[in-house]
Structure formats: structure tokens, C-alpha cells
């Protein structure tokens, strides 16, 4: 089983729908959990942390599950600037801090 | 304004040589890294630092070397030993010691092999 894994998309959605992704982890003692966006040919940058009471910032809902061992991300309302792919990103405890496994990143399409 | 700069954004080289990947920060952060992404997949590490002078090799080490003499430089040298060179090239930093501190990204150099 692959250390992170996630949905293996491509979600093709309409402006407005409402999506959700979700993150597998393998490492039960993992202790914090980033989901970053990419958007093409560009570096990724930091969407959200997650937090395990889990967060919300605007259409954006992170969720995370340890007793599953998975998070999530909702977007809401979506937009056509939300095609992008996303990464979840996991920082496993027992090993170097400073050392995060990404997963394989999850695309989504906004379609008009 | 505090951020990592890479340098070039494109580079083409000939099989058999060896090129140097220039990776600069000023956010002041411990831990740097080397990624490699290919089209379609996710992100690889080929190395990382937490110090200066010292480094580990990733997921994907051969064929690429570092050095981490300065905080705020972390170079990557792909050698003529690595097969398939031909990727898309980030670095990264964070401030190290804290679990909860996300990874910033430079904005990454495309390598293709002529």
C-alpha cells in the first residue's frame, strides 16, 4: 500500500457543483496534513492545513479522519479558477519532521 | 519580500553532461528539498537538508548530487549517470522542527535532455 493515495480523478464538474476528494494515509502515527494546489506548469502552493478538528475558509471544508486514517477536501460553489490539481500532503510522525510524503495529486476540471 | 528563487526556469542539455540547478532562499528556513515531476505524476524527492552541511538522499537519489554549504542555497546537479533527466525540477523550504509548518516551493526549473 502506497504511503498516500488519493481519488485518481479527473473530476470534470460544472461551475457551481459541489466536489469533494479524498486523501488516504498509511501511517497511523502521521500528525499533520496539508492539501496544496497545482496549477499546470506551475509549482504547488498551500491550500489549506488540516487540522483535526477539522477547517473552513470560504467554499474550502477540510476534514480529517484518523480513526479511517483519510481527509478530505470540499470545495463548494465552484469556479472555473478552481481547475487545478490537488495534492494531499502528509507529515508522518516516527520519521524525520522534516521529511512529508505527497500524494499523487487529484485533478479537477471546472467546466462552463 | 521573503520567497525561493530557481534558476533557470528552462534549461535544455545534451545526453552525457552534467548540469547544475541553482535553489535560493531568504525565509530564514532549516530544511530545503529537491523534487522531481514528471507529466501526469506526483511529486518525487530526490534529496533534502535540514542543516547546513548535511543532507539525505530521498526516494530517487541516483544519478544527482547536492551540496548544502550555505542556509540559503541548496544546489542539485543532475549527472550524466541519471538516465532520464527530462523533468520538471522543484525546490522547496520550511522552517524546521515544528510538524505543522508547510513546505514553500520555488517556481521550478523544466530540464529536458537534447
Given at each position: 500500500?502506497?504511503?498516500?493515495?488519493?481519488?485518481?480523478?479527473?473530476?470534470?464538474?460544472?461551475?457551481?457543483?459541489?466536489?469533494?476528494?479524498?486523501?488516504?494515509?498509511?501511517?497511523?502515527?502521521?500528525?499533520?496534513?496539508?492539501?496544496?494546489?497545482?496549477?499546470?506548469?506551475?509549482?504547488?502552493?498551500?491550500?489549506?492545513?488540516?487540522?483535526?478538528?477539522?477547517?473552513?475558509?470560504?467554499?474550502?471544508t477540510a476534514q480529517l479522519?484518523?480513526?479511517?486514517?483519510?481527509?478530505?477536501?470540499?470545495?463548494?460553489?465552484?469556479?472555473?479558477?478552481?481547475?487545478?490539481?490537488?495534492?494531499?500532503?502528509?507529515?508522518?510522525?516516527?520519521?524525520?519532521?522534516?521529511?512529508?510524503?505527497?500524494?499523487?495529486?487529484?485533478?479537477?476540471?471546472?467546466?462552463? | 519580500?521573503?520567497?525561493?528563487?530557481?534558476?533557470?526556469?528552462?534549461?535544455?542539455?545534451?545526453?552525457?553532461?552534467?548540469?547544475?540547478?541553482?535553489?535560493?532562499?531568504?525565509?530564514?528556513?532549516?530544511?530545503?528539498?529537491w523534487y522531481r515531476q514528471?507529466?501526469?505524476?506526483?511529486?518525487?524527492?530526490?534529496?533534502?537538508?535540514?542543516?547546513?552541511?548535511?543532507?539525505?538522499?530521498?526516494?530517487?537519489?541516483e544519478g544527482y548530487s547536492?551540496?548544502?554549504?550555505?542556509?540559503?542555497?541548496?544546489?542539485?546537479?543532475?549527472?550524466?549517470?541519471?538516465?532520464?533527466?527530462?523533468?520538471?525540477?522543484?525546490?522547496?523550504?520550511?522552517?524546521?522542527?515544528?510538524?505543522?509548518?508547510?513546505?514553500?516551493?520555488?517556481?521550478?526549473?523544466?530540464?529536458?535532455?537534447?
Amino acid at each position: 500500500r502506497k504511503e498516500v493515495e488519493q481519488d485518481p480523478g479527473p473530476f470534470n464538474v460544472p461551475e457551481g457543483a459541489t466536489v469533494a476528494f479524498n486523501c488516504t494515509y498509511s501511517n497511523s502515527a502521521s500528525q499533520s496534513f496539508f492539501w496544496y494546489r497545482q496549477d499546470c506548469r506551475k509549482e504547488p502552493k498551500l491550500l489549506m492545513s488540516v487540522y483535526s478538528s477539522g477547517n473552513e475558509d470560504g467554499r474550502f471544508t477540510a476534514q480529517l479522519n484518523r480513526a479511517s486514517q483519510y481527509i478530505s477536501l470540499l470545495i463548494r460553489d465552484s469556479k472555473l479558477s478552481d481547475s487545478a490539481t490537488y495534492l494531499c500532503v502528509v507529515n508522518p510522525f516516527g520519521t524525520s519532521y522534516d521529511k512529508v510524503i505527497f500524494g499523487p495529486g487529484t485533478s479537477l476540471s471546472v467546466i462552463p | 519580500d521573503g520567497g525561493i528563487t530557481q534558476s533557470p526556469k528552462y534549461l535544455f542539455r545534451k545526453e552525457g553532461q552534467n548540469v547544475t540547478l541553482s535553489c535560493e532562499q531568504n525565509l530564514n528556513h532549516d530544511a530545503m528539498y529537491w523534487y522531481r515531476q514528471d507529466p501526469g505524476q506526483g511529486l518525487r524527492l530526490i534529496y533534502y537538508s535540514q542543516i547546513v552541511n548535511d543532507f539525505q538522499k530521498g526516494d530517487i537519489a541516483e544519478g544527482y548530487s547536492v551540496s548544502r554549504e550555505k542556509k540559503e542555497s541548496f544546489p542539485l546537479t543532475v549527472t550524466s549517470a541519471q538516465k532520464n533527466p527530462t523533468a520538471f525540477y522543484l525546490c522547496a523550504s520550511r522552517l524546521s522542527g515544528s510538524i505543522s509548518d508547510e513546505q514553500f516551493f520555488g517556481p521550478g526549473t523544466r530540464l529536458t535532455v537534447l
